[in-house]
DNA sequence: AAAGTCTCCTGCTTGC
DNA sequence: TGCAAGCAGGAGACTT
């Protein structure tokens, strides 16, 4: 599943092969895939045609292409997005939702998208920063997030830490999979009460998802359903690499003790029994 | 207003 | 064997 490091790991790409050329022909093989995309998916291809691509930026999971026209293609991966760079004339993927071939006839870029919970838009003016993600939170590997302003703002929330890791507005890039392996580094269990964190707790916390979301990112993400892989379609190794996420009933690499898996938000959570005790209530 | 729940979607796995 | 239920989950819409 897409989160930070395997969209940064998609921005990487991107930016290697897809910035200076210019877009001549676009084609939505399937409307879902652009339904954020107000105007339509006859605008779209449209309004595509004939732009250059300047760069490649990431907020969290979201990406976004400034374009020579100030507009920007404004992306979210969902569950099962990928972006591929594909030979002209490779045959198309099953679940191919959008094709974008370039005037030098070099390879195409295709969305493709099996749970279609992804998708692309085209943000007028949002070279900058679309509009369409402002109230996204900067992710805790932009120069500009704040800290202390994040461990304070934790620290207001009446909610659990984990549900404050993957509320995108607090701080961005946080999915299931590296909200349990950040907790289980910071030795914390996921319904913890934020207001009660110390300060010192929180930072600790941040220091961990920080580290995490680095190492999968050096590691090329994490494939762990084989539903993420990069513009080359390559898969990520950091699978190899997870503590507790998927694990259930396997010791625990620090204590031994086995993984526990628990219901959480209609999908589960992986914890350390021992290392992470369970609040008391 | 903030916090919590529901819904969208497909394909693989599990159980009767 | 076949069908149905369960499961995976990001984020916007909706409810409390």
Known sequence: MPELPEVETVRQGLARWVVGRRISTVEVRHPRAVRRHLPGDRHFADVLAG????????????????????????????????????????????????????????????????????????????????????????????????????????????????????????????????????????????????????????????DQVRDVLTEAIRAGGTSFDALYVNVNGESGYFDRSLNVYGREGQPCPRCAAPIRREAFMNRSSYSCPRCQPRPRR
Not at 56 to 79: E, F
Not at 167 to 188: C, F, H, M, P
Request: glycine share 10%; net charge positive; hydrophobic share 40%.
């Open 51 to 206: 732009r250059t691509v300047l760069d490649v930026r990431r907020r969290g999971k979201y990406l976004w292409l400034p374009l020579d026209s100030t507009d920007a293609i404004v992306g979210h991966l969902g569950m099962s997005g990928q972006l591929l760079l594909q030979p002209r004339g490779a045959a198309d993927e099953l679940h191919l939702r959008v094709r974008f071939g370039f005037a030098d006839d070099g390879p195409e870029l295709r969305f493709v998208d099996q749970r279609t919970f992804g998708g692309l838009a085209v943000s007028a003016g949002g070279a900058q920063l679309p509009a369409e993600i402002a109230h996204i939170a900067r992710d805790p590997l932009d120069p500009d997030f704040s800290a202390t302003d994040f461990v304070a703002a934790l620290r207001r929330r009446r909610t659990e830490v984990k549900r404050a890791l993957l509320d995108q507005t607090l701080v961005s890039g946080v999915g299931n999979i590296y909200a349990d392996e950040a907790l289980w580094r910071a030795k914390l269990h996921g319904s913890r009460p934020t207001d009660v964190l110390t300060r010192p707790a929180g930072t600790r916390l941040l």
